[in-house]
């Protein structure tokens, strides 16, 4: 009944840059905490950056100063701007979001829902 859908990965050169949005869609009440996650390959998911709810955000350490995560609440929409981006940078990135939605029969419900991830690839 509520959905996550990721978009923006692809191809990029060492030192480039990708923008990631991520769009909660369906019958939402309201969007709490948001973030980005990646999995590499033979790695498990760690969390890379997160849009909390009264406005604040937090990176893994990796990414500080080269990551920037945002939200559009009108739009229900979470951004990652990834700059200057590494090798180690390369995975599959997913979005990840607390959501309070309409159930079918009308009560409100929350769930935690993920994406179907995008895959990011630094490469020269």
């Known amino acids: 009944q509520v959905q996550l859908m990721e978009s923006g990965g692809g191809l990029v050169q060492p030192g480039g840059s990708l923008r990631l949005s991520c769009v909660a869609s369906g019958r939402i009440f309201r969007v709490n905490d948001m973030g980005w996650y990646r999995q590499a390959p033979g790695k498990q998911r760690e969390l890379v950056a997160t849009a909390l709810t009264g406005g604040s955000t937090m990176y893994e350490d990796s990414v500080k100063g080269r990551f920037t995560i945002s939200r559009d609440n009108a739009k229900n929409t979470v951004y990652l701007q990834m700059n200057s981006l590494k090798h180690d940078d390369t995975a599959v990135y997913y979005c990840?979001?607390?959501?309070?939605?309409?159930?079918?029969?009308?009560?409100?419900?929350?769930?935690?829902?993920w994406g179907q991830g995008t895959q990011v690839t630094v490469s020269s």
């Open positions: 990840n979001a607390d959501l309070i939605y309409y159930s079918r029969s009308g009560d409100i419900r929350r769930t935690t829902n």
